[in-house]
């Protein structure tokens, strides 16, 4: 074989492998927002949801249901309770979940 065939083949698989690893990366955004939901006790529990930066915050009608282990397992760095509201830290993931929790919503 000529060595432009043997690079081409090199190129190929590691374009396969990148694209392989890239989609094993790749959150999904919707079972992790259906899965958030649940632990902040469903939508009927939620009054208000906002972002802002890496924050979410929620506003809720009881915050005593509210699953923090389960949040924190998700990938929240930090949970702030104050009264019914909860500011929840995700970092660059808080606006993308956001975004699927007010589709759900």
Same mark, same amino acid.
């Given at each position: 074989?000529?060595?432009?065939?043997?690079?081409?083949?090199?190129?190929?698989?590691?374009?396969?492998?990148?694209?392989?690893? =890239? +989609? !094993?990366?790749? @959150?999904?955004?919707h079972l992790?927002? #259906?899965? &958030?939901?649940?632990?902040?006790g469903g939508?009927?529990?939620?009054?208000?949801?906002?972002?802002?930066?890496?924050?979410?915050?929620?506003?809720?009608?009881?915050?005593?249901?509210?699953?923090?282990?389960?949040? =924190? +397992? !998700?990938?929240? @760095?930090?949970?702030v309770e104050?009264? #019914?509201? &909860?500011?929840?830290?995700?970092?660059?993931?808080?606006?993308?979940?956001?975004?699927?929790?007010?589709?759900?919503?």
């Amino acid at each position: 074989m000529s060595d432009w065939i043997i690079y081409l083949i090199i190129i190929l698989a590691l374009l396969f492998i990148s694209l392989v690893v =890239t +989609k !094993l990366m790749k @959150k999904d955004f919707h079972l992790e927002a #259906n899965k &958030l939901l649940g632990y902040l006790g469903g939508k009927d529990n939620i009054v208000n949801a906002e972002c802002n930066l890496s924050r979410f915050k929620v506003i809720l009608k009881d915050v005593s249901i509210v699953d923090k282990e389960g949040i =924190t +397992k !998700l990938g929240a @760095k930090g949970i702030v309770e104050i009264d #019914n509201q &909860l500011k929840i830290i995700f970092g660059k993931d808080a606006k993308q979940l956001k975004k699927y929790i007010d589709e759900l919503l």
